[in-house]
């Protein structure tokens, strides 16, 4: 590996969406190989395991459970299979406190050709009816706003500003915020919002990638980080002021790189991560 040992990773956590052709088990022992420090558990990487005995797997690497990904998708035209999603929430809230996960990650939802408005209100629904359930299992959920480009089929709540008045509308020590640079670099407000999260104790994690130019694909050319337009680390100084010293979560869907040796996109993850976080 071209890092220099002096490269400080315990603060590195990688999604294992980021890694996505390999197993669990896999991934795990290469993060841990590579001195990944954390991990954030995808629920397709949990299929057919157990999620107690993969949480044990995944410590006795060495590794650190950060979240667990991604409950949410509360709207829906029909009130069943709003209902549904409920269920479905609080399954994964289960899951979470199996595998040992403190926080599950949250993409609200969105319906094509229903109003963002009543989407938002059947999220701010969906969120009454889980949170009791997250607090009685003591696992966090972290509403993660969406970048607009996904307004029309996976989250009516697309700023940091938005996210807050969510989580502030509950006043539970349980919901917070989710903060992606790839989301939300864009938003003029974003220094704001950021400090306004950390104020109100709302800001759980810090999901990092970066915005190419041109972005091939809306959902699967994501960039490492230093390969497009996000400072990355104003946005880090920005997250720190506001109180968090928890972990920078690796989160990259890219066809290109699921398509490379996984062992070597992860060492260029690390040497990115050095250099460009
Ligand atoms: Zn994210």
């Known amino acids: 590996m071209k890092t220099s040992p002096t490269t400080d990773l315990s603060r590195l956590c990688v999604h294992t969406a980021t890694t996505k052709p390999w197993k669990i088990e896999e991934a795990a022992k290469n993060y841990a190989r590579t001195g990944v420090s954390g991990i954030s558990v995808w629920q397709d990487s949990l299929e ?54 403190p926080l599950l990650v949250l993409v609200c939802g969105a319906v094509p050709g229903q109003s963002l408005e009543l989407s938002r209100r059947q999220i701010e629904d969906g969120l009454a009816a889980v949170l009791p359930h997250a607090e009685k299992s003591d696992i966090l959920l972290g509403i993660e706003p969406l970048h607009p480009m996904y307004a029309d089929s996976r989250s009516a709540i697309n700023t940091l500003k938005q996210a807050n008045d969510t989580a502030e509308r509950f006043e539970s020590r349980h919901l917070g915020v989710v903060i992606d640079v790839y989301h939300l670099w864009w938003d003029p407000d974003l220094q704001e919002q950021i400090a306004r999260c950390g104020q109100n104790g709302n800001l759980l994690a810090f999901h990092i990638c970066d915005w190419k130019t041109p ?31 928890g972990f920078h979560e690796v989160e990259i869907f890219s066809q290109r790189y699921w398509e490379m040796d996984q062992k070597i996109f992860l060492d260029q993850i690390v040497e990115a991560y050095s250099r460009h976080v």
């Open 215 to 245: 972005t091939e694909d809306f959902l699967l050319d994501r960039g490492l980080m230093g390969e497009g337009c996000i400072d990355i680390k104003q946005i880090r100084r920005w997250v720190e002021s506001a109180g968090f010293h």
């Open 48 to 101: 057919g395991r157990n999620a107690g005995k993969t949480g044990r797997m995944l410590r006795e690497c060495g590794l650190k459970i950060v979240s667990y990904v991604r409950g949410g998708f509360f709207p829906a035209t029909e009130a069943g299979d709003r209902l549904k999603a409920i269920g479905d929430n609080r399954k994964m809230i289960d899951e979470a406190a199996e595998l040992g996960a």
